[in-house]
C-alpha cells in the first residue's frame, strides 16, 4: 500500500515537472499564475462554449453590462448607463463609454451593430437566440446605440446586452470571406484566431498549445482607473499566464510549491483537508448559480401520475446528499430556481419531507399513495402503524408497478449523480417500488431523455444557469417536447404555457416577477422534475504573492478579480 501511494506521488511530481519544464518560457516573476485543468479548446468567440476557452476569452471581448457581483444587478460596462426604453417605438437607447481597442483604435457604436449583424447573418448558435427578436440597430453617432425590437422582450437586457463585442475592423474580411463559402457558419466558427483585439483588461500574447497561455495587460483597458459599481479598477499587474495541467492532483501539487496562485477548477472535497493546513494556500467557497435534479417522464406510466411524484419527493432526503454525497459542499433545492437568484427566486413553495425522519418520510409517501388508490401485497406500514419490509406495490386499478429505471451518468463522469442514483433507488425500494439505478455515459443518456424520449426517470443537471429565469419557460413549456428539445420530462400545463408565454414579452419588472413565481409554484406543484441539490464552488489561492480576489456566485474567477487582484507588496500586505 505504501509503495502504492509512493509511486502516485512520484508520478505526479514527474507530471508537474513535465508540466513546468514544457512552459519555462512563461515563468515571468511578476505574473498572476493561474492553473487550468484543461486545455481551451478555441480562441475564436463565436465557437467557444467550454469554460477553458471562455477563461481567456472572457478578458479580451467585453460585452455591455455585467453583473454587479454583491447585489447581481447590471452594471453598465462598456455603455456607460443603464439603456432608455421606448414602449411606442420598442426601442432601447444606449450610450457607449469612451473606449479604445486593444489596438488603439476608438470603439463605437458601429462595431456594435456590427456584432449584432454577424450573430443574425450566420446565426451563431451560442447568441442568435438572443437576437432573433431585434428588428434593426441604429447608430445615430459613435457613442449611441439604438435597438429596434420586433415584440417586446424581457430578457433583451440581460440577454441581448451581455453579448460580447467584436471589432468590426478585425471581422470585416473574415465575414466576407465566410459568406463566399458554401457552408459560411462553419467557416466562421472555425476560422483559427491568432490575434485578438478586444476591449477587456489583457490581451493574447502567446498561445503555446499543450502548455500555456500568456496574456498581457490591454494599455487601453477603458476599466483602468475608472470606479464601477462602487470598484476602482486596473489591472494591477502586468502579466497573467496560464498552465495547462492535464489533472487536478499536478494542478494542485503546482499550488501547493507556489508555481501557480491559483487553480481555476472546482477543487474536490478530498483535497480540502490538506489545503486548508497548508498556510499560504486560501479557499474561497461560492454558490453556483445552477440545478441538479431528477426528472421523469410524464409520457408514460408510472411518472404520469402527479402523486406518485410526490410521494417520490418526500422520500428523497436532500440532507445526506449534501451532508454525505457532496460532504457538506453544496445546498439544498426546492425550486428550479437557485435561491441565490434573489431577484427571481420564489420563497413559497412546498419543501416536500424536509427536516423529516427517515419513518416520517416512508409514512407521509404511504399515506399520499394509499389515499391515491395505491396498493401492497405487503404495505410498508402495518395496521399499528410500524414500519415493515414493503413487497409489490400495485397501480391503482391493482396492476403491479413495472420495474423502472433511473438514468445517471456514470461515476467517473459524476460521482455525485451516480450516488445519489444509488440512494434514491433504495429509498425508493423502502415503499416497495421496483426501483433500479442505471448509469450510462453521457452522450448515450442525452440521447436517450432528449433525444428518444425513452426513460423512465433519470438524474441531470444544469451547472451554469443565466441569472435571467427564462431558461424556466425553455425547460417546461409544452412547445418544446418534441425530439431534442428542452422540455424532457413531457410537461404539459395550459396555466404554466400561459404565464411562460406572458413572462416573455412582460416588460414590468414587477409584473413580470409575479409571472415567474407564478411559473416555479406550479413545477413545484406538479414535479416534473424534483430538484435536488446544487455543489458549491472551491477555489483555492495562494495568499503570499497577490490578495484582492472578489467573491461571487459561480465563484472567483470572474472579472472583478481580474481587474481588482493586486500583489502584495502593492496592498500593504
Not at 508520478?11 to 514544457?22: D, E, F, H, Q
Request: glycine residues 6%.
Amino acid at each position: 500500500m505504501r509503495f502504492g501511494k509512493w509511486c502516485c506521488g512520484l508520478a505526479a511530481l514527474m507530471l508537474l515537472a513535465i508540466a513546468l519544464s514544457a512552459c519555462h518560457e512563461r515563468r515571468l516573476p511578476h505574473a498572476l499564475q493561474i492553473g487550468l485543468a484543461e486545455e481551451p479548446r478555441t480562441l475564436n468567440i463565436w465557437l467557444a462554449s467550454d469554460a477553458n476557452s471562455r477563461k481567456v476569452l472572457s478578458l479580451i471581448y467585453q460585452p455591455l453590462y455585467v453583473y454587479d457581483p454583491d447585489t447581481l444587478d447590471l452594471v453598465p460596462w462598456l455603455a456607460d448607463a443603464m439603456p432608455v426604453y421606448d414602449a411606442q417605438t420598442l426601442s432601447y437607447t444606449l450610450s457607449l463609454r469612451e473606449a479604445r481597442w486593444s489596438d488603439g483604435t476608438p470603439f463605437t457604436s458601429r462595431d456594435v451593430a456590427f456584432t449584432g449583424s454577424l450573430i443574425q447573418a450566420f446565426k451563431v448558435p451560442r447568441f442568435a437566440s438572443n437576437w432573433s427578436f431585434v428588428a434593426r440597430i441604429e447608430t445615430p453617432d459613435p457613442r449611441t446605440v439604438t435597438f429596434y425590437l420586433k415584440q417586446p422582450m424581457a430578457a433583451f437586457l440581460s440577454g441581448t446586452l451581455a453579448t460580447p463585442i467584436v471589432q468590426e475592423k478585425e471581422w470585416t474580411d473574415i465575414v466576407r470571406k465566410a459568406k463566399a463559402t458554401e457552408k459560411p457558419l462553419a467557416t466562421l466558427i472555425n476560422q483559427r484566431m491568432n490575434h485578438l483585439v478586444g476591449t477587456g483588461p489583457f490581451t493574447l500574447q502567446q498561445w503555446r498549445q499543450g502548455a500555456f497561455l500568456h496574456l498581457k495587460r490591454n494599455p487601453h483597458f477603458f476599466g483602468t482607473g475608472q470606479t464601477i459599481a462602487g470598484r476602482t479598477l486596473g489591472p494591477f499587474f502586468d502579466d497573467l499566464v496560464y498552465t495547462v495541467f492535464g489533472t487536478s492532483d499536478v494542478a494542485i501539487l503546482a499550488l501547493k510549491k507556489g508555481d501557480i496562485d491559483m487553480f481555476w477548477w472546482p477543487i474536490q472535497p478530498g483535497y480540502m483537508a490538506d489545503l486548508r493546513r497548508q498556510e499560504q494556500i486560501q479557499l474561497f467557497i461560492n454558490e453556483k448559480s445552477a440545478l441538479y435534479f431528477m426528472g421523469f417522464n410524464l409520457r408514460r406510466p408510472p411518472f404520469d401520475d402527479d402523486d406518485l411524484r410526490r410521494a417520490i419527493a418526500y422520500l428523497i432526503d436532500k440532507d445526506f446528499i449534501v451532508s454525505r454525497i457532496l460532504q457538506g459542499q453544496g445546498t439544498k433545492m426546492f425550486s428550479v430556481v437557485p435561491a441565490e437568484n434573489r431577484l427571481w427566486y420564489c420563497t413559497d413553495l412546498p419543501h416536500y419531507g424536509d427536516g423529516l425522519s427517515r419513518e416520517s418520510r416512508i409514512k407521509s409517501a404511504y399515506r399520499i399513495l394509499s389515499e391515491a388508490g395505491y396498493t401492497w401485497d405487503v404495505p410498508p406500514v402495518d395496521s399499528g402503524g410500524n414500519l415493515q419490509t414493503a413487497s409489490q406495490i400495485r397501480i391503482p386499478g391493482g396492476q403491479a408497478m413495472a420495474r423502472f429505471t433511473i438514468l445517471t451518468p456514470p461515476a467517473d463522469y459524476d460521482p455525485h449523480r451516480a450516488t445519489s442514483g444509488l440512494m434514491i433507488q433504495e429509498w425508493l425500494r423502502e415503499l416497495g417500488m421496483p426501483a433500479y439505478a442505471r448509469p450510462m455515459s453521457f452522450s448515450s443518456m442525452l440521447q436517450q431523455v432528449k433525444g428518444n424520449h425513452d426513460f423512465d426517470a433519470f438524474i441531470l443537471g444544469y451547472g451554469r444557469l443565466r441569472l435571467d429565469p427564462d431558461y424556466v419557460r425553455n425547460l417546461f413549456h409544452s412547445k418544446n417536447d418534441t425530439s431534442g428539445g428542452w422540455n424532457m420530462s413531457g410537461y404539459s400545463d395550459s396555466d404554466f404555457d400561459a404565464a411562460a408565454d406572458r413572462s416573455v414579452f412582460e416588460m414590468d419588472p414587477v409584473k413580470r416577477k409575479a409571472l415567474v413565481m407564478e411559473m416555479q409554484k406550479l413545477i413545484a406543484r406538479d414535479l416534473p422534475y424534483i430538484p435536488l441539490y446544487k455543489p458549491s464552488v472551491v477555489e483555492a489561492v495562494r495568499t503570499d504573492r497577490f490578495v484582492g480576489w472578489v467573491d461571487m456566485l459561480e465563484g472567483i474567477g470572474n472579472i472583478w478579480s481580474m481587474c481588482l487582484v493586486k500583489p502584495v507588496t502593492d496592498n500593504g500586505a
